[in-house]
């Protein structure tokens, strides 16, 4: 799929205050980088237990964090196991860019994503790519079990929007 942007400061903390500090002092010594290294190893090890925990299937899963940016790799069943990996990962305070490795056994046209803005809600969000503002159970299943309740989205989460059926 490839990059995908998010917003840094977004999401659920993963990183610890090392990781923190280094963006405040861009001076780094050895001991510090290998401190911060041990900082990105948990973070990944910490969103391979939450994917896991959300039972997103990916065989070989392997997160490479460096800098705001992590790399994915392994291989899911669906397109849709996987963009949700990527939604995972990048929904993460300290993320900024997914670069998505990741294969699928079963190829599907993607998603289309949606970064929600301040006053957002998901009817909103549905009227705006579904016309039709009832569809926002559409989106709230698309995103599960990223999202527990259609109405707890905050201002730069990313969410996926699937495509419709035409009838």
């Not at 994917?51 to 669906?78: F, H, P, Q, R």
Request: avoid cysteine.
């Amino acid at each position: 799929m490839g990059i995908f942007s998010f917003i840094k400061d977004a999401g659920e903390k993963i990183f610890g205050k090392e990781k923190e500090q280094e963006e405040e002092n861009m001076e780094i010594t050895e001991a510090k980088r290998e401190i911060l290294r041990k900082e990105n190893v948990k973070a990944a090890e910490k969103l391979l237990d939450t994917i896991k925990a959300m039972d997103l299937k990916v065989e070989n899963a392997v997160i490479d964090i460096e800098g705001n940016t992590a790399t994915v790799y392994g291989l899911t069943d669906s397109q849709a196991i996987r963009e949700k990996i990527v939604l995972v990962i990048g929904n993460s305070e300290g993320i900024a860019k997914v670069d998505d490795r990741l294969a699928v056994k079963i190829e599907a046209p993607e998603s289309g994503f949606h970064t929600v803005e301040r006053g957002e809600n998901l009817s909103k969000i549905a009227q705006e790519h579904y016309n039709d503002g009832n569809k926002f159970q559409v989106i709230f299943e698309a995103n599960q079990p990223m999202l527990k309740d259609p109405n707890k989205i905050y201002p730069g989460q990313v969410l996926r929007i699937p495509h419709l059926e035409k009838k």
